[in-house]
């Protein structure tokens, strides 16, 4: 490529309504692997303006307006020679981050949640004087006050007080204590649905343990609303089943938490009743757990629940993304509702926004209630899909929780990347409503909901017709959602 000065770039500075800004892990030297501003060198007859606008959409999938320059630096580094720099801050107009040319990797990162180190000048010439500058505090205020094209506002997740970006910088922080913790047992490292610990490598005994933790989330807020109780654990000890059994493993035996205020028997006797319902049904031993009654931490008639179970799956059949390959087919399950997921959005929706009562029943929901429709319990799916994992037929499998289609998926990837034709399953009503009422964004419903995919099996198509067999003898619906590409290990839309 021809450059009308080598020794000229732009970089940009995106920002998005919640003030996020974008940032890309580097795949050229100098910096390979660093976090920086997307930039590169000016083209033949191009602005600098659109230059910061090319690179970003080249190396992100991100379409954004160069609005005003923020600065110009002379960058020492180069890997040609000096090169003078012009930042441009940029709005963001569509698409969510994806890697592209020149990029590892394309990721919104609040202010608080920025990685330390970041190539070339960026972190402590621009970046740092972000949070008090005017043009960006005036660009982020106008960009969250702008009405969409039906003129209404958008609904969030960061509206209902959940920002995902922060949970992922908490765990980020924590990395490296946590793998100090590791011991020769341990087995792969952190992000994977269940832990892996090989007894063989620890020196006490065979086989690899499989384990999870979770929680039911405000989901607890609609059985307090409903007064319905036992369901929750239930949906707790199949959500905990799903996420070690996407790793191939055997479930054993669960324990649960039980946190109150003030000691209710009657709720707290439900709340284990439904775990113990979700083990008995899944042939799984409720082998222990704690209740504990903290009155000043939790108010009176608030309390949380969450689980704890471990697994056992032979090495050799461990599902860990190794098997994905370009060419696999996606094949999507449906869920039964939200799940365990999504519950802080729809409340915002549902009784903030609209008024509504667990009791209301809008036509938009086929005939249930709202209670009815974001009770429905948590699926799982081990009796369905046990029988092909004994015979081989599963090249890996994605359980879509929290982070929807978007984050589950990458779990299992590897370097491929998994292409959705979201047209290709219908869309519950429950969701259908949701999004609509809450006008809620399309790149963010598949990354907070799971709208209506519950489980993804990855399949090689000469297991295709088996599968298929297997699940309809079990008289389970599945779409055939898409295929595995050639990639960098992301989620991308045909449709």
């Known amino acids: 490529m021809l450059y009308e000065n080598p020794a000229c770039a732009a970089a940009a500075v995106v920002v998005d309504p919640l003030g996020r800004v974008l940032l890309i892990r580097r795949a050229l030297e100098p910096y390979r692997g660093a976090w920086a501003l997307p930039a590169g060198y000016q083209e033949i007859d191009e602005e600098p303006s659109a230059t910061a606008e090319r690179e970003v959409r080249e190396e992100t999938g991100v379409r954004v307006e160069a609005r005003e320059v923020f600065d110009v630096m002379l960058v020492r580094e180069s890997a040609r020679k000096p090169t003078t720099l012009a930042v441009y801050l940029c709005r963001w107009i569509s698409g969510e981050p994806r890697a592209g040319d020149d990029a590892l990797e394309a990721r919104w990162f609040s202010l608080e949640t920025l990685p330390r180190e970041i190539a070339f000048d960026n972190a402590e010439r621009i970046l740092s004087r972000l949070r008090g500058d005017a043009r960006y505090l005036r660009m982020t205020r106008d960009m969250s006050n702008q009405p969409t094209t039906s003129g209404r506002r958008t609904i969030s997740y960061k509206d209902s007080g959940v920002d995902i970006e922060k949970k992922y910088g908490a765990v980020e922080r924590a990395t490296a204590a946590i793998r100090a913790s590791f011991t020769p047992g341990v087995v792969g490292d952190i992000g994977s649905f269940g832990g892996l610990f090989d007894l063989s490598r620890a020196g006490v005994g065979q086989g690899m343990l499989v384990a999870s933790a979770d929680g039911v989330g405000t989901k607890l807020e609609i059985a307090k609303r409903a007064r319905v109780y036992h369901t929750v654990g239930r949906d707790l000890v199949n959500h905990c089943i799903n996420d070690i059994l996407v790793q191939g493993a055997r479930p054993l035996f669960f324990l649960d938490y039980v946190a109150v205020g003030t000691m209710e028997p009657a709720i707290v006797s439900e709340l284990i009743r439904g775990c113990a319902e979700g083990c008995t049904q899944s042939g799984l031993a409720l082998l222990g757990g704690e209740t504990a009654e903290m009155p000043g931490l939790y108010a009176p008639g608030d309390f949380d629940l969450a689980g704890f179970i471990v697994g056992i799956v032979d090495p050799e059949k461990l599902l860990d993304g190794s098997r994905v390959r370009a060419g696999q087919l996606l094949i999507g399950l449906p869920s039964a509702g939200l799940h365990t997921n999504g519950y802080s959005l729809a409340r915002k929706i549902l009784f903030d926004h609209l008024g509504l009562t667990t ?137």
């Open 359 to 495: 009791d209301s029943r809008p036509a938009e929901l086929d005939g249930a209630s709202v209670g009815e429709a974001l009770l429905a319990e948590h699926r799982s799916y081990y009796k369905l899909l046990w029988p092909l994992l004994e015979r081989n037929a599963i090249a890996a499998m994605a359980h879509i929780t929290g982070g929807g289609l978007v984050d589950n998926l990458p779990r299992v990837l590897g370097a491929s990347d998994a292409w959705i034709d979201r047209t290709s399953w219908p869309l519950p009503p429950v969701f259908r409503y949701l999004c609509e009422a809450g006008n809620v964004d399309q790149d963010e419903r598949y990354q907070v909901l799971n709208m209506g995919v519950g489980m993804v099996l990855i399949i090689d198509p000469a297991h295709r017709v088996a599968v298929e067999a297997h699940l309809r003898s079990m008289n389970e619906r599945f779409y055939v959602i898409g295929e595995v590409r050639e990639g960098s290990g992301v989620v991308r839309w045909s449709r």
